[in-house]
């Protein structure tokens, strides 16, 4: 059974940049389409960034593009979400997610809080 695990939410000031890890264990995720949400407070889950398992393929929310990079390391089972230029509007819980069974995201990690002060 796979596992996904995040880390590299903290603290950060407007303008700074984050580096989200979301680690599968269990079993290779290669073949997986994976992504990033959020959810902010009082609000409800958005979607981020995605990644295609296939081809590489990323697609970002127009809140995001241009400042977020979606990757991801086969040989690490891990997915990365680079985030530069931190807006207090980005503040909220991560998660990382993998589509396990198409076409939704089926697989949940627990969240890493990123907070943007200014």
């Known amino acids: 059974q796979v596992q996904l695990v995040e880390s590299g939410g903290g603290l950060v000031q407007v303008g700074g940049s984050l580096r989200l890890s979301c680690v599968a264990s269990?079993?290779?995720?290669?073949?997986?389409?994976m992504g990033w949400f959020r959810q902010a407070p009082g609000k409800e889950r958005e979607f981020v960034a995605a990644?295609?398992?296939?081809?590489?393929?990323?697609y970002y929310a127009n809140s995001g593009k241009g400042r977020f990079t979606i990757s991801s390391d086969n040989a690490k089972n891990t997915a990365y979400l680079q985030m530069n230029s931190l807006k207090p509007e980005d503040t909220a819980i991560y998660y990382c997610?993998?589509?396990?069974?198409?076409?939704?995201?089926?697989?949940w990690g627990q969240g890493t809080q990123v907070t943007v002060s200014s």
């Open positions: 997610a993998a589509m396990i069974s198409p076409p939704d995201f089926d697989l």
């Open positions: 269990g079993r290779t995720y290669s073949n997986y389409n």
């Open positions: 990644i295609s398992g296939s081809d590489g393929s990323t």
